[in-house]
């Protein structure tokens, strides 16, 4: 019997979902669409994922995953510890957490920014300090690449692609947030990995 093409639920505008496609087009791994805004569609979202967000994997007719991290981790295991875009273990794993945990944390900062700013009376507040925080984090992860190439040295890991898909996000949605004199290191791999056909293949929908 044919294994099923699992079925990626999302825009690539939301960074957790084009981050599930850029990693399974480095790993080589089939995938159709079901492309689903993040916004609108709510109630086809909470068909696949009980609390409506995106993005979900349709691996068959039995099996959705739903979060970015826990679709990451099947697609690692399914690419084997050679080819795993995140360490299997020790320091080097603990490392590329941490900077995963800043840049999901930077991504959602941005989020609840995005979402402040919709709303009728927005608190002026709340939106400066989240972005802020956004920033920071981006910040605190260019410090990390002072010297190295990529964050998963010696080559790209999730890392690196969670980290550029995110400032890819930010600067599409709030332009002129990030700026490449505060992180030439940052917006030098961006550059370089926005290039590749796994992220330009999965570009911002
Ligand atoms: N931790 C989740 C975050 C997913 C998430 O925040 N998705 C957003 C789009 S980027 C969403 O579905 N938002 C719609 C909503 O919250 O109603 C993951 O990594 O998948």
């Known amino acids: 019997m044919n294994t099923p093409v699992p079925r990626l639920v999302g825009r690539f505008l939301s ?64 690419a084997g510890p050679k080819s795993a875009l995140i360490p299997k273990s020790g320091p080097r794993r603990r490392k590329t957490l941490y900077q995963l945990a800043i840049a999901t944390g930077a991504i959602d900062r941005a989020m609840a920014a ?53 400032k890819s996000f930010l600067e599409h949605i709030f332009p002129g947030t990030l700026l490449p004199d505060k992180l030439p290191n940052i917006f030098g791999l961006s550059d370089r990995l926005e290039l590749l056909e796994a992220f330009s293949n999965a570009g911002i929908d």
């Open 15 to 78: 960074p957790y979902v084009r981050r599930v496609a850029v990693t399974m087009n480095i790993y080589g791994m089939q995938f159709e669409r079901l492309i689903l805004s993040a916004i609108g569609d709510e109630k086809e979202r909470e068909k696949t994922n009980p609390v409506g967000r995106v993005p979900a994997l349709i691996l068959n007719e039995d099996e959705t995953l739903i979060d970015s991290a826990a679709i990451l981790d099947h697609l690692d295991e399914l």
């Open 114 to 166: 995005n979402a402040e700013r919709r709303r009728d009376n927005v608190d002026e507040e709340r939106l400066e300090r989240l972005l802020r925080q956004s920033a920071n984090g981006f910040a605190a992860l260019e410090m990390e690449l002072a010297n190295n190439d990529y964050f998963g040295e010696p080559k790209p890991g999730q890392a690196d692609v969670t980290i550029v898909i995110g």
